[in-house]
């Protein structure tokens, strides 16, 4: 009888630690709070949060107080973070291969990147994977414009203007030089300062429309670009480490909830960049530098140049960017075969 109380009770006790064990994801993202993207990400939190029975708990550090994207990434190797939302940038110094998708000039459309994506993501998963991090969801940036105190109305305009560049990104540096752009390299946490400052080093970035309003570039800015350089990708992650940690269940919650969140954002992303051109319209930027007046050859040289280095160095394989093409290409074909046209079209 003794042996017996004796048991239930190591097992009451045994039981009730395995419910009160909880999981603190200590989680950063550059996205400022307030944005329509971000009420996304809290309301993410709480659904984990309410799901899982407080199990696991978030501690978020919001507009970049960790750091750039680096630092960021530098913090969950050492554990100090566990995870994060990343755009391109950071997304490539996780698992570089899968900027493939941000190449300029490379998809004519977002139905054409939604498909090569679908079809590339159990790469993508298993390149995170192996790189130490699993990927919980794609959420996007949007079509990336140049924003301009300067009139963009050539190639040989951006040329001669002072622009940004994220430091250390292997792929802008790439199509910079293969455009003959020589550009300022700066922390993205720097660039409002330096577009503020009445001798800053530079006159020029280049982001999404909703991310200049976010981040209030625009404000300090008075041109921008038709043509967009690039529909830029975003990644959800947490580090092996932590994510090894957790029961079944809530891997499970992580993934199925991560996924359906970045899909939210990217849904959102697409609505709000669209909105925001009328917004920055509104408030004084001027947009220009339309399909009609650029020449097409020059344009698709520099990419192509561009995806040549970035195959050389090995940053995107060959063999990424002829799976890549060959999904684009088959894609296309199924298109004309249906009679069917895709909608917001880049050429």
Known sequence: MVLRTLFLVLLIAFSGNS????????????????TAW?????????????????????????GGVMGDEPDVLRKIRKG?????????Y???????????????????????????????????????????????????????????????????DIRKLRIW?????????????????DPIPLSIIDVYTQLSAKHGSINTVYSSTFGAIALQWYSKLKYATRIPLTNAIGGLVVS???????????????????????????????????KSVSILEKNGIEFMFDWDEVNMDEILEIRDNAAMHLEQTDYIPARTFAKTRM?????????????????????
């Open 19 to 34: 419910i009160a064990k909880t999981y603190t994801l200590k989680f950063a993202t550059l996205m400022p709070t307030g």
């Open 38 to 62: 971000s009420k996304i990400l809290d309301d993410w939190v709480k659904e984990v949060e309410a799901k899982s029975n407080g199990r696991i708990k978030f501690k978020m550090y919001s």
């Open 80 to 88: 100090q973070l566990h995870g994060g939302m990343f755009t391109g």
């Open 90 to 156: 950071g997304i490539g110094r996780i698992y570089s291969p899968a900027r493939v998708l941000e190449v300029p000039f490379l998809f004519k459309n977002t139905d054409e990147s939604d498909y090569v994506r679908e079809r590339m993501m159990p790469d993508l998963e298993k390149g995170f994977r192996e790189s130490g991090f699993e990927l919980l969801g794609w959420p996007e940036v949007g079509f990336v414009h140049l924003f301009s105190r300067q009139r963009i109305e050539s190639v040989d």
């Open 165 to 181: 560049l994220w430091q250390g990104d292997p792929l802008g540096e790439a199509f910079f030089k293969a455009a003959d752009i």
């Open 240 to 274: 092996n480490r932590f994510y090894k940690k957790l029961p079944d269940d809530l891997k499970q919650l992580l993934k199925t909830s991560g996924k359906r969140m970045s899909d939210e954002i990217r849904i959102s992303a697409r609505i709000e960049n669209e």
């Open 327 to 347: 999904l684009v290409t088959e894609y296309r074909q199924s298109q004309t075969a249906e009679g069917q046209q895709s909608t917001t079209t880049v050429p």
